[in-house]
């Protein structure tokens, strides 16, 4: 599995090294849907227990009525084991049924929100195809749901993002944090505003380190049972109590997001959409840090807002002369967070 993924890596690197976004889209869209088909063919017969849930959903898959999967599991998966499982009963049905949503919802956003595909799909293969499309199926359908929605809710159609945020909760109940984002706008940001951005990082770890419960102070309603088994787990030991805030991949993130505010006049002149992709990073940032009580919720608030990484780290092509530097920066920063997913964090066996 390791070795076919590093080879689609390699296969989209070329296409990267020789992709211009003004040639023949024909071509392009031939390699670009290729591509795809690989990625969800890969995630859709992956063998079970090549990550760290498939073999979770495998049994929720055959137990899909049990108490326990009644409670942490959305109803979709529920539906979905059911009724698919009359045409096979076999798990990689309902992984073929995410990855075709999950990989094409993504690979459409690529499209829109980037004139240049291929980079952006290196950095999607090294980090969230693997933490999401292989790993957290459900929540890889929520966050390309996320991600394609940036594009109405830049142009102020919010009903659109309402009913595509309302879809991503019947996939995954924390895209309930998708509303919040309403509040958002892609206008420029200016000198001042960018300045503004930046203090959520500061702000941030100042929270961390004072060790405030920001769960208190927020209304969950039907998703505190939810929130108060995850704490019972927590305390109990047998889900993780802390995050590393100062690990290699959050670090090399804040940097990255860092420099784009930077150089945010140079990105925009590629990208109008570069100032509500930047906020939706800010944000990925800030709740990893303040959510430090409750660290599955810390870590699925910042995957979700940060799928935006996708686009935002692609383009620091942008930012680089000559070009082929620039490509090569790009495609090491997507086979790092590929070599760390799979050999340091062992996200995949």
């Known amino acids: 599995m390791i070795c076919l993924l590093i080879i689609v890596y390699m296969i989209v690197f070329l296409f990267s090294m020789l992709e211009a976004s003004k040639q023949d889209d024909r071509y392009r869209k031939y390699a670009f849907f290729g591509i795809g088909i690989l990625l969800i063919l890969l995630a859709a017969f992956k063998p079970?227990?090549?990550?760290?849930?498939?073999?979770q959903y495998e049994f929720n898959f055959y137990h899909y009525d049990s108490p326990q999967v009644v409670i942490f599991v959305e109803f979709t998966y529920r539906w979905l084991s059911q009724y698919l499982g009359y045409l096979m009963n076999d798990v990689h049905i309902v992984f073929l049924f995410y990855a075709i949503l999950g990989v094409s919802l993504k690979l459409k956003a690529i499209k829109d929100?980037?004139?240049?595909?291929f980079m952006p799909v290196l950095i999607y293969i090294g980090?969230?195809?693997?933490?999401?499309d292989l790993t957290?199926?459900?929540?890889?359908?929520?966050?390309?749901?996320?991600?394609?929605?940036?594009?109405?809710?830049?142009?102020?159609?919010?009903?659109?993002?309402?009913?595509?945020?309302?879809i991503a909760f019947c996939f995954h109940y924390s895209s309930i944090a998708f509303f919040p984002l309403l509040?958002?706008?892609?206008?420029?940001?200016?000198?001042?505003?960018?300045?503004?951005?930046t203090m959520v990082i500061p702000v941030g770890y100042v929270v961390y380190f004072s060790g405030i419960d920001f769960l208190s102070f927020l209304p969950l309603g039907f998703m505190q049972d939810k929130i108060d088994a995850y704490q019972k787990l927590r305390d109990s030991g047998i889900a993780g109590d802390t995050i590393n805030v100062?690990?290699?991949i959050f670090l090399v993130k804040v940097i990255i997001y860092l420099y784009m505010l930077w150089m945010y006049e140079t990105v925009y002149a590629y990208n109008k959409y570069?100032?509500?992709?930047?906020?939706?990073?800010?944000?990925?940032?800030?709740?990893?840090?303040?959510?430090?009580?409750?660290?599955?919720l810390s870590f699925r608030l910042s995957e979700l807002y940060g799928i935006v990484d996708i686009i935002i780290f692609a383009h620091i092509y942008y930012t680089i002369k000559p070009d082929i530097i620039a490509r090569f920066i790009v495609a090491i920063i997507g086979f790092s967070l590929?070599?760390?997913?799979i050999f340091y964090t062992q996200l995949l066996k």
């Not at 590929?338 to 997913?341: K, M, V």
Request: charged fraction near 15%.
């Open 48 to 55: 079970v227990g090549v990550d760290h849930d498939s073999e």
């Open 113 to 117: 929100l980037s004139p240049m595909w």
């Open 127 to 132: 980090n969230y195809y693997i933490l999401q």
């Open 136 to 166: 957290q199926i459900r929540a890889g359908v929520a966050s390309g749901f996320l991600l394609t929605s940036i594009m109405p809710l830049a142009n102020h159609n919010k009903q659109k993002c309402i009913l595509m945020w309302l």
């Open 183 to 197: 509040l958002l706008n892609n206008k420029e940001l200016t000198v001042k505003q960018r300045i503004t951005w």
């Open 246 to 248: 100062f690990g290699l």
């Open 274 to 296: 570069i100032p509500i992709m930047l906020k939706m990073m800010g944000l990925s940032i800030f709740t990893f840090l303040i959510f430090n009580r409750l660290p599955v």
């Open 338 to 341: 590929l070599a760390t997913n």
